[in-house]
């Protein structure tokens, strides 16, 4: 990314704002929850009908949980330099207007599926899904600081990740029972959340491009060489390689904890509750981790909110079966949510506000592939361990702790300590 840039200030909205919210904030915060609730129903209904003894089980087999993942990671890892070049090059709104655009037919899909009883076509409408979310993703969230500007980034953040995890909630919440109760049922509200997302996205207006003038790269892994040079080594790096980890280890959490429902004689509602909890966790703790960081970079969070979320997974894959419960692990889960919600926030906003803006939107894109890409290495392990190797899943939650314990000491105390000290480029001293 060595082409000149343009001066920051003719593209960039105000910087300071008397509040977050604007028409334009709303219906980027309604567009993505809807978003984000459609792809967690289609996750939430799959991860449980693809689980060990249930109905679609012996489509993919065992470890056909560590599969769904992949299938939603893989089209984020190769989309993903696209969707950032695009969302530099035009206005983001439009970008974001033309994904959700795209999301009613694949809706349509998924509910032609259900009524059909075939699981194949669900599982294409869940890659088409997942591969009109990698060009929403750069847009979404590099649109974020243009909307609101410095001053109220964090707090932006807070909201949009807790109006996310909230979505989270809401779409595995009512996913099991949906299933429980019609298939057919979870093609319908597939549509409509659709149609709901196409509608918010047209009140986002007013958007300008940031780098009209950059040169297409078709081949889709040039972008990201191109990020991985301008950001290495410094702080975006760290942050961006702390971020892609912590989704590595999230990825085989959300794998495993279907896994409980059929040795504990769980529902699939209760299914949907412990996957809940975890999304409803890390809600919480980006919304108070986004009010409590102010205009400030608090890089101190990760480090605590890393040690909690590691600590409990670390517990949790050696704790007996025989000693838990529903209640439980909702517990747990909602405590290591909130960990991972403090951990998430400070690095997500040293990409968007240590980026110049005519290499946002790719370096964002940048980091999230990272994190896709690791994610699908970590699935795949994961299938490897437990269809192959015949590792528990269970067993499997003592290496994502003491992965995610490895990222902690490595911010405090390793390479990753600049985060600690990271502060917005136009402030004077640390956070």
Avoid at 191 to 197: S, W
Avoid at 223 to 237: K, T
Wanted: proline fraction near 5%; glycine fraction near 12%; charged fraction near 10%.
């Amino acid at each position: 990314m060595s082409d000149p840039l343009p001066v920051e200030s003719a593209t960039e909205q105000p910087r300071s704002r008397t509040s977050v919210w604007n028409r334009n904030f709303a219906g980027l915060v309604i567009t993505q929850f809807a978003g984000a609730t459609n792809d967690n129903i289609l996750k939430t209904v799959l991860l449980l009908q693809f689980a060990r003894g249930q109905k679609w089980f012996d489509t993919l087999g065992e470890g056909g949980t560590g599969i769904i993942s992949l299938m939603l990671t893989v089209p984020f890892v190769l989309l993903l330099g696209f969707a950032g070049q695009l969302a530099d090059r035009l206005p983001k709104h439009r970008i974001i207007t033309a994904t959700r655009l795209a999301e009613v037919p694949i809706a349509g899909l998924a509910m032609y599926g259900f009524f059909v009883d075939s699981p194949w076509t669900v599982l294409v409408a869940y890659v088409l899904l997942a591969s009109e979310s990698a060009f929403f993703s750069p847009s979404k969230y590099g649109s974020i600081r243009e909307i609101v500007g410095d001053a109220r980034l964090n707090e932006a953040n807070g909201i949009i990740n807790m109006g996310t995890n909230i979505a989270i909630l809401f779409g595995i919440g009512i996913g099991g029972p949906l299933l429980s109760w019609s298939e057919d049922a979870v093609g319908i509200v597939l549509v409509v959340f659709a149609l709901v997302g196409l509608g918010s996205s047209l009140m986002i207006r007013g958007l300008v491009p940031q780098r009209a003038d950059l040169k297409r790269r078709l081949n889709p892994f040039a972008p990201y060489v191109d990020a991985i040079r301008s950001m290495r080594p410094g702080l975006i790096w760290a942050a961006s390689l702390a971020w892609a980890w912590f989704y590595a280890g999230a990825i085989v959490v959300i794998a495993v904890i279907p896994e409980y429902t059929t040795p504990l004689g769980l529902s699939s509602s209760e299914g949907s509750l412990l996957l809940g909890s975890i999304g409803l966790g890390i809600g919480i703790g980006c919304l108070l981790a986004g009010r409590l960081s102010g205009a400030r970079i608090r890089g101190g969070f990760t480090v605590w909110g890393g040690a909690v979320f590691g600590v409990v997974f670390l517990l949790m894959g050696l704790t007996p079966l025989t000693v838990l419960n529903v209640w439980v692990l909702a517990a747990a889960l909602l405590v290591a949510g909130t960990g991972a919600g403090f951990f998430l926030i400070p690095l997500q906003t040293i990409q968007q506000m240590c980026s110049p803006s005519g290499e946002r939107a790719r370096v964002l894109a940048t980091a999230n592939a990272l994190s896709f890409l690791l994610m699908s290495l970590a699935s795949a392990a994961y299938w490897a361990l437990v269809a192959k190797a015949e590792v528990s899943p269970f067993h499997v939650l003592v290496l994502v702790g003491v992965l995610m314990l490895g990222i902690t000491w490595w911010i405090r105390r390793g390479a990753g300590r600049q985060i600690l000290a990271a502060v917005p480029p136009s402030a004077p001293g640390p956070s």
